[in-house]
């Protein structure tokens, strides 16, 4: 990437194919590279359209599919393998499930979608079609509380890791099945 991005901030890795995603924030797109660190595709520029970005963060890559926070428009962006759009949601807005400030964004082995949202110091929890099941936080340092969490990781037990920035610690769930 040395000479090929401006601000690089999220990465995820597509195993199968072997490729690295970066989102170069302040390019407004996803560079994607090889193995060996070679650009072979630019996805997306500045815009708030269908696959374009504004200032793109955090991304995630599950089940063939990329998932992007569109920090500036805010939304998540999650695209097909093509490069489509397979999926937008989130808006900008004062109620439970808006999208002010989103940061990290990981899903869990049943496609769940998990959104950091930073200004409202919370944790958002969408089903795979970007429709909100839950809300977890709020501004504080007690348990279930945040204070300016920035990311979220999911590993293959499905336990949500989130980093709580101002706390100085990273809080871990439990997701323990939907059925």
Same mark, same amino acid.
């Given at each position: 990437?040395? #000479?090929?991005?401006? +601000?690089? $901030? ?6 199968? !194919?072997?490729?690295?995603? *970066?989102?170069? $924030? ?10 060996? @660190? +070679?650009?072979?595709?630019?996805? @997306?520029?500045?815009?708030? @359209? ?12 599950? !089940?063939?599919?990329?998932?992007? $926070? ?6 998540? #962006? /999650? ?12 808006? !900008? ?7 002010? !400030?989103?940061?990290? *964004? ?9 959104? /950091? ?13 970007? +429709?909100?099941?839950? =809300?977890?936080?709020? $501004?504080?340092? @007690? ?13 293959? +037990? ?15 769930? #439990?997701?323990?099945?939907? =059925?």
């Amino acid at each position: 990437g040395e #000479q090929v991005l401006r +601000r690089p $901030t999220g990465i995820a890795r597509d195993a199968v !194919r072997g490729l690295v995603f *970066v989102a170069d $924030t302040h390019a407004h797109d996803i560079k994607v590279f090889d193995d060996d @660190g +070679r650009l072979v595709d630019t996805v @997306g520029h500045r815009g708030d @359209g269908p696959g374009e970005f504004n200032f793109p963060t955090h991304l995630c890559f599950a !089940r063939g599919r990329l998932y992007v $926070t569109d920090n500036l428009n805010a939304r998540i #962006q /999650v695209l097909a393998a093509s490069g489509e759009v397979a999926l937008r949601f989130g808006e !900008r807005g004062l109620f439970v499930g808006n999208l002010v !400030r989103p940061k990290g *964004v990981a899903t869990d082995d049943e496609g769940n979608i998990y959104v /950091v949202e930073s200004l409202y110091d919370t944790l958002l929890v969408f089903d795979p079609e970007g +429709r909100l099941l839950l =809300s977890i936080g709020g $501004t504080g340092a @007690g348990v279930g509380k945040f204070f300016l969490p920035a990311g979220v990781w999911v590993d293959a +037990r499905n336990r949500v890791f989130v980093a709580d920035m101002f706390n100085g610690r990273v809080v871990v769930f #439990q997701f323990l099945g939907g =059925s």
